[in-house]
């Protein structure tokens, strides 16, 4: 098990998710401010990663940038 302590700092912008089922892969809609304002297009790799918070609730952290933070 890794253990990464993060602190994040929210920007204030959050929307609601469906999750949608196409064959064998479900998947989760991003705003779509977020993609304009980061610059995001089609086929662009976004990393994810299943952590906990501090009430031991499942959250899905997702990195826009395009980089790995684990191997």
Same mark, same amino acid.
């Given at each position: 098990?890794?253990?990464?302590?993060?602190?994040?700092?929210?920007?204030?912008?959050?929307?609601?998710?469906?999750? &949608?089922?196409?064959?064998? &892969?479900?998947?989760?809609?991003?705003?779509?401010?977020?993609?304009?304002?980061?610059?995001?297009?089609?086929?662009?790799?976004?990393?994810?990663?299943?952590?906990?918070?501090?009430?031991?609730?499942?959250?899905?952290? &997702?990195?826009?940038?395009?980089?790995?933070?684990?191997?």
């Amino acid at each position: 098990m890794i253990i990464f302590v993060m602190i994040f700092e929210f920007q204030g912008v959050g929307w609601k998710s469906k999750l &949608t089922q196409k064959r064998e &892969t479900m998947s989760l809609s991003i705003s779509k401010i977020i993609v304009i304002g980061n610059n995001l297009k089609k086929g662009k790799i976004l990393y994810n990663y299943l952590a906990f918070d501090k009430l031991k609730r499942p959250v899905i952290i &997702t990195y826009l940038d395009g980089k790995e933070i684990m191997n």
